[in-house]
């Protein structure tokens, strides 16, 4: 969010919290009551859209990184345990079953998901002609929930991101939306410079936005 749409919606919640405060003043007034819930409402979606716009989706890649490792880390794991097993037994299961980290690590997130699972479905099916002294039922169920966090954190960090991409868009669009209804505001308001000029008075400052930060190049410099 830039400088000028912070102060633009810092003067929209001033505006939001004005209206909560004066509701006396207009109660009977349905259309400016109506936009004023209006105006409520944008107010509500450009902080979310703000807060979003801020979040830091490098937790999310790590948290997808982390359950990638994991989920190589148990596969070669009780894969390569597996096929030792099989391996006594003269099984065509042994090479099937042997795989090593950087065979999986060089494989994108979704073929590496698909060849782990495999794995796993593979000594899955075949449990009833392994040793449990193996591969324990245990460890299998912690290697197909690895498989799946996997899945599930890698999809979380993709919407995150795409979210926050399209942020600055939809602060646009809402923007758009608060500056017309400012405008209906403005119009609506008008009687209530005859009818109470106070609450007018006092409408008009909350509608005033602040510059915070800025200086102007034509400001002159204390003597």
């Known amino acids: ?38 105006l409520n409402t944008i107010v509500s979606n450009l902080d979310a859209i703000a807060t979003l716009q801020t979040t830091d989706t490098t937790a999310n890649t790590g ?20 096929a030792d097993y099989f391996d006594d037994k003269d099984s065509p ?12 690590k060089n494989m994108t997130g979704v073929e ?8 796993y479905t593979t000594v899955n099916e075949n449990t009833a002609d392994l ?16 498989i799946n966090n996997f899945d599930a954190k890698a999809y979380d960090a993709g919407v995150s991101i795409d979210s926050t991409q399209n942020a600055t868009q939809n602060l646009e669009i809402e923007f758009k939306k608060l500056n017309i209804c400012l405008q209906k505001l403005d119009r609506l308001m008008k009687k209530y410079d005859v009818l109470n000029q106070s609450f007018h008075r006092n409408y008009k400052i909350s509608r005033k936005i602040s510059n915070l930060g800025t200086r102007h190049n034509n ?3 204390p003597q």
């Open 131 to 146: 040793d449990p002294d193996y591969v324990t039922a245990t460890e299998m169920q912690d290697w197909l929930t690895a």
């Open 63 to 82: 948290l997808k990184t982390d359950a990638r490792l994991l989920m190589i880390d148990f596969t070669v794991a009780y894969a390569n345990t597996a």
């Open 1 to 38: 969010m830039t400088t000028k749409q912070s102060n633009k919606l810092d003067m929209a919640k001033t505006l939001k919290q004005f209206f909560s405060t004066e509701q006396s003043k207009y109660t009977g007034n349905n259309p400016l009551t109506a936009r004023i819930a209006e």
């Open 112 to 119: 590496a998901k698909i060849y782990c699972n495999k794995l």
């Open 219 to 221: 400001e002159s410099k």
């Open 93 to 104: 299961l042994a090479k099937q079953l042997t795989t090593n980290k950087s065979k999986i």
